[in-house]
């Protein structure tokens, strides 16, 4: 009786008795072979899934580099706004383009005040989640001024006034 190559499986010829022993050796190299077939495809998955959670892992930490790096501080990405309005008198909205944590208010008034000199110079800061329902609100976007005449104190939206800010994120 002759053997196959790899596996050593019985080849049997016209005058070879057929022997239980042959018949068990040949069944034996099968499975052997197909639970060698079968225990490199479990080790391929398994590469393949720890392949899989190292990229996510690697992933996760350029997500988190570019989280860092887009909140960090630079010249383009600034923890804060600035800029100037004028006041109306009327409601109105002041964009920064986003929700405020904290706005600083200056007017600087061309009108001359014993105490201050030529010009009056004041300053008004005004936190979010603080009660400062009767002046100012914050928005998504920015803040909102409410009406306002000349008996409110702090005036931050006295008309024709000219106003500048610093609005923190």
């Known amino acids: 009786m002759q053997h196959t190559q790899n596996y050593q499986l019985p080849t049997w010829e016209k005058e070879d008795r057929i022997l239980m022993e042959d018949f068990n050796s040949a ?39 570019q989280a860092t790096a887009d909140a960090a501080y630079r010249p383009d990405n600034k923890p804060y706004v600035t ?4 006041g109306t008198g009327a409601e109105q909205t002041v964009s920064v383009g986003f929700t405020p944590g904290a706005v600083i208010i200056g007017v600087q008034r061309d009108t001359a005040y014993p105490l201050m000199g ?5 300053f008004h800061r005004y936190i979010s989640g603080t009660d400062i329902k009767t002046y100012l ?33």
């Open 83 to 86: 800029g100037t309005y004028t």
């Open 118 to 122: 030529a010009q009056d110079l004041s």
């Open 27 to 65: 069944m034996s190299n099968i499975e052997s072979a197909i639970d060698g077939v079968k225990n490199q495809a479990e080790g391929a998955a398994s590469a393949a899934g720890e392949a899989q959670t190292a990229a996510e892992r690697a992933e996760g930490k350029a997500d988190a580099a």
């Open 137 to 169: 609100s914050f928005t998504s976007t920015g803040f909102l001024l409410s009406r306002q005449d000349d008996r409110d104190t702090p005036n931050v939206n006295h008309s024709g006034d000219r106003f500048s800010y610093i609005a923190f994120k």
